[in-house]
């Protein structure tokens, strides 16, 4: 009898993680074979514009797996017609497999939905289910609590540690749209991403138009972040219009000043290195304010922008000494633009059109009071920033 892992999933693409789950399981399990099924038509959760056909993502998937002990690459969910639902996955292999022990291996978000999928039951009949732990803040309490019910169920529940790769498929793709994905992914299937110029790598981004730029640079925010980057790029053409400055740099600034904001700390580090970029200790201890200055940087290596949009963006979260008005307006704009909601945006709002000096040194006030309150590090840049206003005769308003 063998003992068999079953995984599933988009794999797109497939990366370091995937595999690295799959041989932790057929570790940990003495499985004997680890199944790596590609979804066709995901009745939850359907494939993000933009992603290769079904048949790259398989050969991609059997790129990666290839040489790798144990692990195999099936296409019966892509020869499917219609939504795959994991229950006929499991069944089928069931039928071919009839004395074998079947695990369906998934992570913890997995397991925390199961119970909403279709025909779960038919699933824990078949299969007892290997849940690959990551090691997250709360993850083992809610695995604990799930693991109970579905065993009350008549299930299987085995947990299992797995090497942290740290990044997501969707962190992936946007970070082989800014060309530095290459350590989470096998060599073989990054160049063969390149090759077929898949998830967007074949595309020259550089002095897009807007109306091109701009779905291209909303599909790399996370969803919530869509309504702030487009206030904030009709809040600084307004404000360029008012003050002077070239209308069209700053919509393209606003459009692109949180570009990289969706990367966690880490990947701003990451892309940082792949870019070759020495960092003070201030942004190696606080990565999360990295995205200005990683968002500059893919402004100018992978937009083409000209340097006054790139040293806006650069300078739009911490502000700088000595700002031109380009920055003044990103800065503001980004703080006031009608999606913001604080004690205190009314003010800056009006300020914003009547002295632009005024309301930066309010917006660098505001933020530097938060920061205090909460007992974090303030930027150098911001200090040096608010120093220079100061001795300019910049009036406060806080």
Request: proline share 6%; net charge negative.
């Amino acid at each position: 009898m063998a003992r068999i892992g079953i995984y599933g999933g988009a794999f797109n693409p497939p990366h370091l993680g995937h595999l690295r789950a799959a041989e932790a399981a057929r570790t940990a399990l003495a499985l004997d074979r680890v199944i790596l099924v590609p979804t066709g038509e995901s009745p939850h959760k359907p494939l993000p514009a933009g992603s290769p056909a079904a048949e790259d993502r398989l050969s991609l998937l059997r790129l990666a797996a290839a040489g790798r002990p144990g692990l195999e690459v099936s296409d019966m969910e892509l020869r499917r017609e219609g939504p795959s639902y994991s229950y006929e996955t499991v069944e089928a292999l069931r039928k071919a497999h009839p004395e074998d022990e079947l695990y369906f291996l998934m992570g913890t978000d997995m397991l925390l939905s199961f119970r909403t999928w279709r025909a779960p039951e038919r699933i824990l009949k078949e299969a007892a289910l290997a849940v690959v732990r990551r090691g997250q803040k709360g993850e083992d309490e809610a695995i604990s609590r799930e693991k109970e019910v579905l065993e009350a169920l008549g299930g299987r529940v085995e947990v299992i540690d797995a090497p942290v790769t740290p990044i997501s498929s969707t962190d992936l793709r946007r970070m082989l749209v800014f060309r530095c994905a290459g350590e989470f992914l096998p060599g073989e299937v990054e160049a063969e991403i390149e090759r077929r110029g898949l998830y967007g790598t074949g595309r020259c981004y550089r002095g897009l138009p807007m109306a091109e730029l701009e779905p291209v640079a909303l599909g790399l925010l996370n969803p919530n972040r869509v309504r702030h980057v487009l206030g904030c790029r009709d809040t600084a053409a307004g404000l360029a219009r008012r003050w002077g400055a070239d209308e069209t740099d700053a919509a393209r600034a606003g459009l692109l000043h949180d570009v990289t904001k969706a990367l966690d700390g880490p990947l701003q580090l990451t892309l940082c290195g792949a870019y070759g970029v020495d960092l003070d200790d201030f942004s190696t201890q606080n990565p999360k304010t990295l995205h200005a200055l990683t968002g500059s940087l893919v402004a100018e290596r992978i937009f083409g922008e000209n340097p006054a949009v790139v040293s806006a963006i650069r300078s739009h979260t911490t502000g700088k000494a000595n700002m031109n008005t380009l920055e003044k307006i990103l800065y503001v704009a980004d703080y006031m633009e009608p999606n913001r909601d604080f004690p205190g945006v009314e003010r800056l709002r009006e300020l914003a059109w009547s002295d632009l000096d005024g309301a930066l040194r309010l917006g660098l006030e505001m933020t530097l009071e938060v920061l205090r309150e909460q007992g974090r590090e303030i930027s150098p840049e911001s200090q040096e920033a608010l120093r220079f206003l100061q001795s300019q005769g910049v009036s406060s308003i806080f």
